[in-house]
């Protein structure tokens, strides 16, 4: 049996822009509120939401990460813009 935590770093989300990585958070999250209901009734999905919640705990970490990486894209496309602007002025 592999009770091995999903290592966030070597998997799909790594290589993940921020618009991507949001989209996998959604289904993500669906997934687990879809499981979390069906828990309340169904033994196996108590525990198939609470292994999703593993794998959202770490992608939230990991969401810290592309969101600042994807603010300093922003931020450097705006200063290129401006610096581009008042050239022209």
Same mark, same amino acid.
């Given at each position: 049996?592999?009770?091995?935590?999903?290592?966030?770093?070597?998997?799909?989300? %790594?290589?993940?822009?921020?618009?991507?990585?949001?989209?996998?958070?959604?289904?993500?999250?669906?997934?687990?509120?879809?499981? %979390? +209901?069906?828990?309340?009734?169904?033994?196996?999905?108590?525990? %198939?939401?609470?292994?999703? %919640?593993?794998?959202?705990?770490?992608?939230?970490?990991?969401?810290?990460?592309?969101?600042?990486?994807?603010?300093?894209?922003?931020?450097?496309?705006?200063? +290129?813009?401006?610096?581009?602007?008042?050239?022209?002025?």
């Amino acid at each position: 049996m592999n009770n091995k935590k999903p290592d966030i770093e070597q998997d799909k989300y %790594s290589n993940s822009n921020y618009r991507e990585f949001l989209e996998i958070m959604k289904i993500e999250f669906g997934d687990f509120l879809r499981l %979390s +209901e069906a828990g309340r009734t169904v033994l196996n999905s108590a525990l %198939s939401a609470r292994k999703k %919640s593993v794998i959202l705990r770490d992608m939230l970490k990991k969401f810290r990460t592309i969101s600042l990486d994807n603010d300093k894209r922003i931020t450097k496309i705006l200063t +290129e813009a401006r610096s581009q602007i008042n050239k022209e002025i």
